[in-house]
C-alpha cells in the first residue's frame, strides 16, 4: 500500500457486493465503497490504495437501490459489527444465496439438483453469544465498550447496539461507565457476552486482579441490571464467578424436548430461534428412521446430536474439544438420552482413523466443522458409505471446496443446498447441503 495525490470526489455505478458488503466500481481501478450498494450512482473519494484494488468512502448515493433502507442503528457504518443493515432484508438473503452459488460454481464446480428455500428467523437482538472489545481512552476520559470501527483498532463509540440479545445490546453506555469507575480500567481488554434462557452472563477479561472497591462496583452493577459477572484472568480455565455460586446456562430445543447446557465461553450458535430452525431442517434432510446410525463430527456439546438421538436408533459424537465432549454427555444425561455416545479426536489430523468408533457402520453423517471445512474427515466418508450427509456450514468458500471432493473425487451426488439466515445484517453465510452416493451413471449438474 502507497500514498498518492491528494484525493478527489469521483462517481461510478456499483456493480456488485465484495464479500466484506462493499460495493465494487469498475472502470478503470477497482474502488471498494462502503455503504454503497448493487446498481447504485455514487460519489466516493480513494481512500486507501492496494495494487489490484482502492478502499473508497463514500461521499453521496447520487442514484439510490430500490433496495435501499434506512439504517437502524445509529452507528452504522462506523461500527464493524454490521455491514448490510442498509439493504433489505430480502435482499441480503438473495446476495447471501448468490455467493453460495458463485462459491459452489467457482471453487467446487457443482451445483445441487435443488436449492432449498432460506432458513430465516429474527431481523435484530438475535446476537446470544458475543465478544465485545473494551478500552479506557485517555484523551475522553472513560472507558468504551462495543465492537470495532471498520477497518480500524479503535472501539467504535456505542451507545446501543441493535443486533446484540437484550438487555446486553442496552448495556454498552453502563458498561462503559462501570469500567470507567474502576481502578482496574486500563486492564480490561473484553468483555465476552453469553445470554440463555435463564440467565445473562458478561465474562470481564481482568489483565490484574480486581480490588475490593471494583469487585464491590461489579456485584452492584450485577444487582441493577439483573446479570451475572464472571471473571477471566488467563485461559479459559481462570474463568470463575463473581459470586460463588455459578449459574448453569441453558437453552432449549422444544421440538424435540430437549435442553442443552452450556459454559459461558463454549461455542452455540448466536442466534437461538434460527439455530432451532436449523435444527429441525437437519434432521428433515436426514430422513431418520428408527434404525438410523448416525455419525455427528464436530458435535460440539450435542446441539445437533441429541435431536438427532430422539429420531435414530443410535448417534455418535465427536468433538476435539474435550471439555465440549465432556458437556454433550453431560446434556445427554440430563435429557434421559441413552442412544448417544461421545468421544474426543482432533478431527483435523489423520490420527482418528484408527479408532474403534471410525470403523464403525454408519447410515448418516452430519459435518458440521469450523471454518477450514472438513477436508481430513472426507476419506472417512467413502468408507462409511452412508446413504445421506448433510454438511452444515459457516463458511461458503471451504463448504465449495469440500463439496467438490465429495462429488468429483469421492463418489457422492449434491441433492440439495440453501442459506441460513444465522447473522442478518452482517455478510456471514451459514449454509447447508444435503449428498448421497452417487447412483451408477448419474451425472452432477453444472451451473447454468
Not at 445473562?200 to 477479561?205: D, H, N, Q
Not at 458409505?385 to 469421492?410: F, K, N, Q
Amino acid at each position: 500500500m502507497s500514498r498518492r495525490e491528494p484525493a478527489v470526489a469521483e462517481t461510478g455505478r456499483v456493480d456488485s457486493l465484495n464479500h466484506e458488503g462493499e460495493g465494487v466500481v469498475r472502470g478503470g481501478k477497482t474502488a471498494f465503497v462502503g455503504g454503497a450498494l448493487p446498481g447504485e450512482t455514487v460519489s466516493f473519494i480513494r481512500r486507501r490504495h492496494h495494487r489490484q484494488h482502492d478502499e473508497a468512502e463514500l461521499i453521496a448515493v447520487l442514484e439510490p437501490a430500490a433496495e435501499r433502507v434506512q439504517p437502524r442503528c445509529a452507528h452504522f457504518g462506523v461500527c464493524g459489527g454490521c455491514a448490510l443493515q442498509h439493504l433489505d432484508s430480502a435482499a441480503q438473503l438473495l446476495i447471501k444465496e448468490r455467493q453460495l452459488r458463485e462459491n459452489l460454481e467457482r471453487v467446487g464446480r457443482v451445483a445441487p439438483r435443488e436449492w432449498l428455500a432460506p432458513l430465516e428467523g429474527p431481523q435484530w437482538q438475535y446476537r446470544r453469544r458475543a465478544r465485545l472489545g473494551a478500552r479506557y481512552v485517555h484523551a475522553r476520559n472513560r472507558s468504551m465498550v462495543g465492537f470495532r470501527e471498520r477497518f480500524s483498532s479503535y472501539i467504535a463509540d456505542l451507545q446501543r447496539c441493535e443486533v446484540l440479545a437484550e438487555p446486553v445490546g442496552a448495556l454498552l453506555t453502563p458498561l462503559g461507565e462501570l469500567l470507567t469507575g474502576l481502578a482496574i480500567r486500563e486492564r480490561v481488554p473484553q468483555i465476552e457476552v453469553a445470554v440463555a434462557e435463564n440467565a445473562v452472563v458478561l465474562v470481564i477479561r481482568v489483565l490484574d486482579v480486581p480490588g475490593a472497591d471494583d469487585e464491590h462496583a461489579l456485584l452492584e452493577f450485577e444487582r441493577a441490571h439483573g446479570v451475572r459477572i464472571y471473571l477471566q484472568s488467563g485461559g479459559l480455565n481462570t474463568v470463575r464467578a463473581l459470586r460463588e455460586a455459578t449459574v448453569e446456562l441453558e437453552y432449549s430445543l422444544p421440538e424435540f424436548a430437549v435442553r442443552l447446557r452450556f459454559e459461558p465461553s463454549d461455542f452455540i450458535q448466536v442466534n437461538a430461534e434460527l439455530n432451532r430452525s436449523l435444527v429441525s431442517r437437519v434432521v428433515e434432510l436426514l430422513e431418520l428412521d428408527t434404525d438410523s446410525g448416525v455419525l455427528d463430527l464436530y458435535c460440539g456439546l450435542g446441539n445437533f446430536t441429541l435431536p438427532m438421538a430422539r429420531r435414530a436408533a443410535r448417534v455418535l459424537g465427536v468433538e476435539g474439544e474435550a471439555s465440549l465432549v465432556a458437556r454433550a454427555r453431560a446434556n445427554a444425561a440430563l435429557n434421559g438420552i441413552t442412544n448417544a455416545e461421545f468421544h474426543s479426536a482432533n478431527l483435523a489430523s489423520a490420527d482418528f482413523s484408527s479408532t474403534p468408533w471410525a470403523g464403525g457402520s454408519y447410515s448418516h453423517v452430519l459435518l458440521d466443522p469450523p471454518r477450514v471445512g472438513a477436508r481430513e474427515v472426507l476419506p472417512l466418508l467413502q468408507r462409511v458409505g452412508p446413504r445421506r450427509v448433510v454438511y452444515v456450514s459457516c463458511h461458503p468458500g471451504s463448504l465449495a471446496r469440500d463439496l467438490g471432493i465429495l462429488v468429483h473425487e469421492l463418489g457422492f451426488e449434491l441433492l440439495a443446498a440453501g442459506v441460513a439466515d444465522m447473522f442478518p445484517q452482517t455478510t456471514h453465510v451459514e449454509s447447508l447441503a444435503v449428498l448421497a452416493p452417487a447412483k451408477r451413471g448419474a451425472r452432477q449438474l453444472r451451473p447454468p
